[in-house]
């Protein structure tokens, strides 16, 4: 496996990645409701994937030219996405693409890195180092909660 910076050709399957983890993988954040998935799928396009890959710094895991997974870090210290392909669950994705991003926040100087965690993914942060930073709070769709969480790198 390869933990790449995302271009441009990437975000066609990149979105597929992301739309099918967020449908198959989070059903205890979504429930299976219609709108809940329709609203948080609704900026999952190649369109706002190719804008994100210029604006932000977003990187991929391959296997034989195939995405395995998607994580994005802002300038700010803040995760944005960390999403698996169903396939390739537990099999060290997310945790090599957490790391990359890590190593990102690290070089340009960012000291404590921060996200919204899923209820699905909370369990995954916290055996990664990570934090609550507060009490968990209605997800963005209204469905389910997200958790602020923090982690200080060193």
């Given at each position: 496996?390869q933990?790449?910076?995302a271009f441009?050709?990437?975000?066609?399957e990149?979105?597929?990645?992301?739309r099918?983890?967020i449908?198959?993988?989070?059903?205890l954040d979504?429930?299976?409701?219609?709108?809940?998935?329709?609203l948080?799928?609704?900026?999952?396009?190649?369109?706002?994937?190719?804008?994100?890959?210029?604006?932000?710094h977003?990187?991929v895991?391959?296997?034989?030219g195939?995405?395995?997974?998607?994580?994005?870090?802002?300038?700010?210290g803040?995760?944005?996405?960390?999403?698996?392909?169903p396939?390739?669950?537990f099999?060290?994705v997310?945790?090599?693409?957490?790391?990359?991003l890590?190593a990102?926040?690290l070089?340009?100087g960012?000291?404590?890195?921060?996200l919204?965690?899923t209820?699905?993914?909370?369990?995954?942060?916290?055996?990664?180092g990570?934090?609550?930073?507060?009490?968990?709070?209605?997800?963005?769709?209204g469905?389910?909660l997200c958790?602020?969480?923090g982690k200080r790198?060193l």
């Amino acid at each position: 496996m390869q933990i790449r910076e995302a271009f441009i050709e990437d975000a066609e399957e990149a979105c597929q990645v992301l739309r099918r983890s967020i449908v198959e993988l989070c059903e205890l954040d979504h429930g299976g409701n219609t709108d809940a998935l329709d609203l948080w799928l609704s900026n999952k396009t190649p369109r706002n994937l190719r804008r994100w890959i210029t604006e932000s710094h977003v990187f991929v895991a391959a296997e034989e030219g195939v995405i395995l997974g998607v994580a994005a870090i802002d300038n700010s210290g803040k995760i944005t996405l960390n999403y698996v392909s169903p396939g390739a669950r537990f099999r060290g994705v997310s945790k090599a693409l957490i790391g990359r991003l890590e190593a990102r926040a690290l070089e340009f100087g960012v000291r404590t890195v921060t996200l919204e965690s899923t209820a699905t993914a909370r369990g995954f942060y916290l055996s990664a180092g990570y934090e609550e930073l507060g009490p968990p709070r209605l997800s963005f769709f209204g469905k389910g909660l997200c958790y602020p969480m923090g982690k200080r790198l060193l």
